[in-house]
């Protein structure tokens, strides 16, 4: 049985085919993303030389699901994206982007388990099944990043907003002061 907490290890043949080390087959992208979606870390390495190209094909993936329609990153956060590779921010951006990427998974955990307290359909029955196709739903949606906006139950649409926009500005102190902290 596959160990889960060790990163998947693909290798590259020359041929650019894609072997999966675990199950001893090929895989393509699609698998790999699959995999990534699923929980599971997976690191990709050239046969021959041994060079570490997981961020290669992460990025090749991600291309390729923009080329396909399905937007996740603004054309702003990609602009400044390629601003960051030729300015002196790109050495505080992968820390931010880290750290926002991290209170967003913290934030769907939370949302989730919020869910399953506050609502007052959780004694309907199907409840479950739903709420867990809902998890599911996100995590496709998502890639298993998160999303940040939980909720501590029924509220108006303004009181909604209005916590929502809370939780941001506390996010954002919090991203601001961790990155002061780097910077010192």
Do not use: C, W
């Amino acid at each position: 049985m596959a160990d889960k907490d060790k990163p998947l290890l693909i290798k590259r043949y020359a041929s650019r085919r894609l072997y999966n080390t675990e199950t001893s087959d090929y895989v393509t992208l699609e698998d790999i993303a699959s995999f990534i979606r699923e929980g599971r870390e997976v690191q990709i390495v050239d046969l021959k030389s041994g060079d570490d190209l997981t961020r290669q094909y992460l990025l090749q993936i991600i291309a390729e699901h923009e080329s396909r329609g399905e937007s996740v990153l603004p054309v702003d956060v990609l602009t400044d994206l390629v601003r960051s590779y030729t300015s002196q921010a790109s050495s505080v951006v992968p820390q931010f982007l880290a750290a926002s990427f991290e209170m967003l998974r913290d934030g769907q955990s939370k949302m989730m388990e919020n869910m399953a307290k506050a609502s007052p359909m959780a004694k309907m029955p199907g409840f479950e099944a739903m709420q867990a196709q809902q998890a599911a739903f996100f995590k496709a949606m998502t890639g298993g990043m998160g999303n940040f906006m939980g909720s501590s139950g029924p509220a108006t649409e303004d009181e909604s907003k209005g916590d929502d926009l809370d939780a941001i500005k506390k996010q954002l102190a919090e991203l601001q002061t961790k990155l002061s902290k780097m910077g010192k």
